[in-house]
């Protein structure tokens, strides 16, 4: 069946009148439980107050500020550096000390690091991952680049901690120096780092601490944050993966270097999936033998929207609702009418040109039915009214996707020419592993692909497939007694609902303050959700054990794209694209 946009009755979507708005708030929507990690010495907690609330939003902790002869009721300990103790007179002379520096042990886990951080190294330093059974899957065995310096380099003892003892077990290294480890034949869960953690600053989110270039200060607490909270873990599921071609076409059976029949053969022998994205305008010809070959092998290939007419940052300079809802609606058209004519499916996920995009225009894609959009950048919105919605976003590009506006699942990419250092942490943060590129990065054949796809299967338990089912089915999940809870990535989720199971709760997180109400349709019935603390949040909905329940993020007031008039005709679009398509596909002959 060809797919359309989701459209709805707008009087499903209304807002919540008096008395429904507080039953929302009222016993059936109890805080979730959360663990408490007691900071050591308390001034610490204050000094990093942003960075320990964006750590909030993201797991079910409260950090409370203690002092190191307080540590009651706590199950977790985050000690910023250590003391000298009374019973070791020589370590208290020499201003170094170990956990004995507790004077009451905790009795749950905890993690020392250095009280202040040294700053930037002189050079890019490498830090070595170890096997150690300890560390997150991804982590291990990894060589992962660092920008900052353990504070060991610091130059008094009391600045920093000793080093590992006999026994213990390194974790990390840093330019062969051991600057993470974790206290061997010990009960208690107890681990060191060189590294410090630091306050966020103006404009940055969470995730700029836990990038290729900067991860040691965050690294080891996400091991603290992941032990203590084990208990209220989503449920694992697999990595989810594909890669992602720019601007083919079915106007031939190839696009420049590519080969369709040869990308399926590759594909299917190294088990990746490739969606080729393409632009709606090029949808005034296609040829049957290219509709064959890609609709025919939806293992290996899919359609993504690239655009509407490819022109240059097009989605970035779409500024207000009129021109962001013209423009995508024609893009749903011009996509529903190349499906009808050559029979091939093409997904409701795009793939903005040069990866600009303005939040106007995700909201538009939002109300007209798409299924998501992929981009690579942090910040593709570059005017300023989405730059000023979004900079104070703490945990921007830290969940599997990013839901904007009333719930658009943004899905994050990465050049396949460009260091691949940071899949790593986004698998540790459990999101998509999608690589793009555009025909001129094979002209020497497919192997970078091949590669790719190997460092990737090597991050985990991997799930190839389109991007469209990376958007439509994205979520956690976690059973509580007899109740469900999902938290939502994607703007559908099929779920099976397990035995002895009797309710549901959905939570779906949220980036700023300012976002619209979000509405989630359960089956056929509307539910209004409700913001806590760094999300939205349903009632508790009954259901029945075995029972199959469809849910979805939708608009408030939905739009038909066959209602929305069409952007003025311009013959320039369609020149520049024919210009463009015959530069790709003369290359491969000029280079022979």
Known sequence: MTPTAQSGPAHLYRAPLEGEQSALTGQDEQEQPRKLVGVVPSHAAEERRTFFDALEQAFPV???GREQNDLHGLDGVLAFGVQPTAQDPERRSAGVSDSAALPVAPPCPCLIVCAQSAGPARAVLTVELTEDRSLMGALRGR???????????????KDHLPGPSEGDRVLALADGRPVWWRRAGNSRWLQYSSYCPEDLGEGEALRDQLRAGHFMGLAPLLHLLHRVCSELAWERQPLRAAFVIDDPNLHHSSYGYLSYRELIAHADRHGYHLALATV??????FSRRAGALVGGHPRALSLLMHGNDHLSGEL?????DRTAQSALAQALRRTSALERRCGV???????PPHELCSTMALAAMFRLGFEGACIGRRHPWQDPR?????????LLKWHPTDLIDGGLPVIPRHPIEQSREDLVFRALLRQPLILFAHHGDFADGLDSLAQAASEINGLGEVRWGSVGSIARDCFFSRRVG??????????KAVLEIPPEVSALRVSVPSLIASEPQRWLLCGSAPVALRRGVGSWTSKTLPVASGERVELALVAGDPLDPASVPAPPRRPWPLARRLLVESRDRVRPLIAR
């Open 62 to 64: 409260r950090f409370q």
């Open 143 to 157: 060589r992962l680049s660092e920008e900052c310096a353990p504070s060991s380099s610091l130059p008094g003892p």
């Open 280 to 285: 709606p305008l090029d949808g005034w010809m």
């Open 316 to 320: 970035g300079r779409l500024l207000d």
């Open 345 to 351: 499916a093409i997904e409701r996920v795009m793939v």
């Open 386 to 394: 989405s730059l000023s919605t979004l900079l104070p976003a703490r």
């Open 482 to 491: 007899q109740t469900l809870h999902v938290q939502l990535h994607s703007r």
